[in-house]
Structures are given as structure tokens and as C-alpha cells.
């Protein structure tokens, strides 16, 4: 996949922004926020490029490890995909949507017990969370 030169520029323009410091600094959730309006609004390669920003300001937020595995399966860049659903797994176990869909794509790639284990996983997080809040 090659990079149109308006999003290749646009991408050296985050970095160069996100590595000026503190005059230009933004937190890693703003870049999360505008990766997951990207994401709404179905531009993927723009979602990709927030998610990867958000996590070099911080690579212990889980939600920009899924939102990227999210747009990078968007992209049809699957093993990639799952890399992050891995990282947001070791990050935050407990979070269903990281596990429901590293099953969808072990599901797309034929391994399917190692998807109904996932599945079984992100129902089971899903469950816990529902219990505590309720209970």
C-alpha cells in the first residue's frame, strides 16, 4: 500500500508537531479522541496516523492500541491488527472489545479454536464488567 503525498505530509506534520514539546504538546487522549472521530467519519489511513500518535505520547493507553488495530484492519493490514490487539490484551485484560476482536481475525484467518477462545474471553470480561457495575 503506498501513502498518498497529502497523508504522507500530513503524517510528517504529527510527528513533527508531537515532537516539538511543550509548546505544541497534546495529550495522548486528544489524539485518541480525533483517532476515533477519524474512525466515525471512515477515514482509516487519518484514524491510523492519530492512534499511532496517541501512542507514542503514551503506549500504556490501551483504547489507542484497539482503535488502531481497528484501523488497521480497516486497511486490510490484519497482522498488524493483531499485534495491537495483543499489546491492548497484555495492557488491559479485562477489556472485552480487545479480545472480541483478535477472535474475529483468528476467526478470518482459519484458526478456530484460538478464536472461540478469544471469543470465550471477551464474553467472560464483558460479564465481569457488567457484574461490578451492577453488583
Do not use: H
Amino acid at each position: 500500500m503506498t501513502m498518498e503525498p497529502k497523508k504522507l505530509l500530513f503524517l510528517l506534520f504529527l510527528t513533527c508537531f508531537t515532537s516539538a514539546g511543550p509548546l505544541f504538546a497534546q495529550d495522548a487522549a486528544s489524539f485518541l479522541k480525533k483517532g476515533q472521530t477519524s474512525m466515525k467519519e471512515g477515514q482509516y489511513e487519518e484514524a491510523l496516523v492519530y492512534f499511532s500518535v496517541s501512542i507514542g505520547l503514551n503506549d500504556k493507553l490501551y483504547l489507542a492500541w484497539i482503535g488502531r488495530a481497528e484501523a488497521r484492519i480497516a486497511l486490510e493490514e490484519d497482522e498488524a491488527a493483531m499485534e495491537d490487539f495483543n499489546k491492548a490484551i497484555a495492557l488491559n485484560p479485562e477489556e472485552s472489545s480487545a479480545w472480541l476482536g483478535r477472535s474475529a481475525l483468528k476467526r478470518k484467518s482459519g484458526d478456530l479454536i484460538g478464536a472461540a477462545r478469544d471469543f470465550n474471553e471477551g464474553v467472560a470480561a464483558k460479564a465481569r464488567a457488567w457484574k461490578k457495575k451492577w453488583f
